[in-house]
């Protein structure tokens, strides 16, 4: 080359690098289905077109594919996902590097759909999150998950919330979190657990120090002896990592309150504690009360369909006036409580600057407690997105009228219009963040 033609070259503008973009999610879903006979989902089409959308847009990662079987989407497609669309995703998701979650939720990917879930697991290096809520995943499907969890090191939040993989499934699931250190939070809500594998779950996390938040709800136990809280407040006593813990539906009476109520003594760790939908009583109250005296982490408490009365509340109303300066939320939603304890819990609030939610829907309200909440929320003290309840005047009386605030108002269910994981509807996971997304 000549001199000339060497400064020729160098004149001319050097070509920037671009990012070369893979095919569309789309495309390559319709591409793949016709490559191999198969029927495409019009669901997963539609769902594909808005990912690729958002990736041409701004190219973001950490992109969460929400293909859940009750959103909107669905109505529009018609089509829910089955075993045999997952493999589909699958093939095309296992190389791609923007997809960082996967909402798969109220579908039908059954057992299949499990397996390539798992293959999913052990391929793609970008997933943290993975929500498989409600899809007819048994105990086989339960133990491929569990075993490629063995080797994961990627994956932050699970759910199986709703899966009957039962006590074999359960089982797998606790034996996993011996060997696996990155995943901080597991809801096995609504899996027909046995009390086998809620036994194996307490002894393991008295090990396990990545596990932040855990779901055990409506474990399938029989007899009275509330075994489950002995075997979960041993755990709490040794586990000193864990923030979240839910025991809805654990038929947990006075007695499994006063075992929990002893670990929180010793436990500085836990803020989210759910005992939900059980049979405690006033009696219960006298032993929280006396541990919230104490305890100075735990940041909200769902009580919640429990049978607390008047005189539980009153219990929890002094401690929370003289005493604790640490609890933000508590629900005390559906408790039979009437005037006297709803009208303490509010008088509690005005001198205690910390407890900022308080959830009383279901009670037997009088006119005294409207005016006590109505008072609240008028001077300003409580917050209307931070209770369940707002007031209304009909010929000069206040009455309360129920709001879709809550504690967990989102945790079965998203709304077909809106923002889903506002703070208001979520509050529990909005003060106490454990994992992304609910």
Known sequence: MSGEELRAAKAQPRKSKTLEFPPGLQEQYCNFCTENYLKTNPFIVYVLQGVDKEIN????????????GNSKSVLVAGERITGEDFWVLYKILKNHPYIHGLDVRYNLIADTGAYYAAKLLQRQPSITYLNLMFNDIGPEGGEVIAKALRKNTTLKYLRMTGNKIENKGGMFFAAMLQINSSLEKLDLGDCDLGMQSVIAFATVLTQNTAIKGINLNRPIMYGEQEESTVHIGHMLKENHFLIELHMCKHDIKNYGMQQLCDALYLNCSLRYLDVSCNKITRDGMVHLAEVLKRNTTLEVIDLSFNRIEDAGAVYLSETLHSHNRSLKALSVASNQIKGEGLVALSQSMKTNPTLSHIYI?????????CVAYSDLIQSGRLNPDHTDVEPYVVDEHVY????????????????????TYVPSSSAGFALVPVGQHL
């Open 57 to 68: 847009e701004g190219w973001e990662e950490g992109i969460i594919l929400d293909i859940a």
């Open 361 to 369: 829907w279901g009670n037997k309200f009088d006119e005294a407690t």
């Open 400 to 419: 309360l009228a129920e709001v879709s605030n809550g504690l967990k108002r989102h945790y079965y269910w998203t709304p077909t219009f809106g923002d």
